[in-house]
């Protein structure tokens, strides 16, 4: 790990309110705003709810309410439900995303597509070959990637990282048929927008970064290089399977409800993590965890992984 005189500008915390947050998200949390502290970074708590139809308004209260439980700080960003959709909601920055997909459509870096889900299952997409016409109704909007670019990641422990867009997110979407963009770009343009510098999260989003580098290329955005990423190892249940904002056994809402108090919540994510001690905040958690992992570091990330 980098010395901590290295210091950043600005990380941030970026839920997804789809779900009550869980034990999984807590960790990332908790490891985000232990290593702002230590490089004297601020902390933006920034809400992805750009997928309106999921977005519903009770999982907004739920990461308020869950990050005030458990005590963790943000420094940039709104307090209540209310502020944030005055002012924070990713609909305010719409002409943003727009412009962004407006560079690429004009630079010829976007196919059409009209497959299903259901026929990506079963057979590979052809519509780059079929030139399908950008404004065709229930139409998404494709990069056109480059399947063997050497991509250039700046990792937190020193190192930089050169491998090739995986095969999971060739071509990926970054308008959606609903018209709406879609995650890779919005998190792409509001990492660049509020001065990221730093950006933690699980090592399900190793392809996530790959990708937004890619797209990062493609808009010229050659600042995106400069962001500096730490991927940590996942949460998992019994069956060695991610947490997810489904598995309400593990939400906060739920062991809040039924008497955890923010001790036992954080022990048991060090418990989850073979860390059978006594953890009573998120100092104290992070301390744990990052020191656990300097002591047992990950395998090296092959650029697989799932997208959220």
């Given at each position: 790990?980098?010395?901590?005189?290295?210091?950043?500008?600005?990380?941030?915390?970026?839920?997804?309110?789809?779900?009550?947050?869980?034990?999984?998200?807590?960790?990332?949390?908790a490891?985000?705003?232990?290593?702002?502290?230590?490089?004297?970074?601020?902390?933006?708590?920034?809400?992805?709810?750009?997928?309106?139809?999921?977005?519903?308004?009770?999982?907004?209260?739920?990461?308020?309410?869950?990050?005030?439980?458990?005590?963790?700080?943000?420094?940039?960003?709104?307090?209540?439900?209310?502020?944030?959709?005055?002012?924070?909601?990713q609909?305010?920055?719409?002409?943003?995303?727009?412009?962004?997909?407006?560079?690429?459509?004009?630079?010829?870096?976007?196919?059409?597509?009209?497959?299903?889900?259901?026929?990506?299952?079963?057979?590979?997409?052809?519509?780059?070959?079929?030139?399908?016409?950008?404004?065709?109704?229930?139409?998404?909007?494709?990069?056109?990637?480059?399947?063997?670019?050497?991509?250039?990641?700046?990792?937190?422990?020193?190192?930089?990282?050169?491998?090739?867009?995986?095969?999971?997110?060739?071509?990926?979407?970054?308008?959606?048929?609903?018209g709406?963009?879609?995650?890779?770009?919005?998190?792409?343009?509001?990492?660049?927008?509020?001065?990221?510098?730093?950006?933690?999260?699980?090592?399900?989003?190793?392809?996530?970064?790959?990708?937004?580098?890619?797209?990062?290329?493609?808009?010229?955005?050659?600042?995106?290089?400069?962001?500096?990423?730490?991927?940590?190892?996942?949460?998992?249940?019994?069956?060695?399977?991610?947490?997810s904002?489904?598995?309400?056994?593990?939400?906060?809402?739920?062991?809040?409800?039924?008497?955890?108090?923010?001790?036992?919540?954080?022990?048991?994510?060090?418990?989850?993590?073979?860390?059978?001690?006594?953890?009573?905040?998120?100092?104290?958690?992070?301390?744990?965890?990052l020191?656990?992992y300097?002591?047992?570091?990950?395998?090296?990330?092959?650029?697989?992984?799932?997208?959220?």
């Open positions: 790990m980098p010395d901590q005189s290295v210091r950043f500008n600005k990380t941030r915390i970026a839920p997804t309110p789809s779900g009550f947050l869980h034990l999984g998200n807590i960790l990332s949390f490891l985000t705003v232990a290593l702002a502290k230590q490089h004297g970074a601020k902390i933006l708590l920034r809400i992805d709810d750009i997928d309106q139809a999921r977005a519903d308004e009770k999982y907004i209260q739920d990461i308020f309410d869950t990050l005030n439980f458990l005590e963790i700080p943000w420094d940039e960003g709104p307090r209540n439900v209310e502020e944030f959709k005055n002012t924070y909601s609909i305010h920055r719409l002409e943003l995303y727009a412009e962004a997909n407006k560079q690429l459509r004009n630079n010829g870096f976007l196919f059409a597509c009209t497959c299903s889900r259901k026929q990506l299952e079963k057979e590979t997409c052809t519509c780059f070959n079929r030139k399908i016409p950008l404004d065709t109704k229930d139409a998404a909007w494709r990069l056109h990637t480059h399947n063997n670019r050497e991509l250039t990641i700046g990792d937190y422990n020193g190192q930089t990282v050169a491998i090739n867009l995986p095969m999971d997110m060739q071509n990926f979407v970054v308008r959606k048929k609903d709406f963009p879609a995650y890779q770009l919005t998190s792409v343009i509001d990492d660049l927008f509020y001065g990221i510098d730093l950006i933690v999260r699980g090592q399900d989003l190793w392809s996530s970064t790959l990708a937004q580098h890619e797209l990062a290329l493609a808009l010229g955005k050659n600042e995106f290089r400069d962001i500096t990423f730490y991927h940590h190892p996942l949460l998992t249940d019994e069956q060695n399977q991610k947490l904002k489904s598995a309400g056994a593990t939400s906060v809402l739920y062991l809040r409800q039924n008497g955890k108090t923010q001790a036992q919540i954080y022990t048991m994510i060090a418990g989850m993590l073979g860390l059978h001690i006594a953890i009573s905040s998120w100092e104290q958690l992070a301390d744990a965890v020191s656990f300097k002591n047992n570091p990950a395998p090296t990330m092959s650029g697989t992984g799932s997208d959220i």
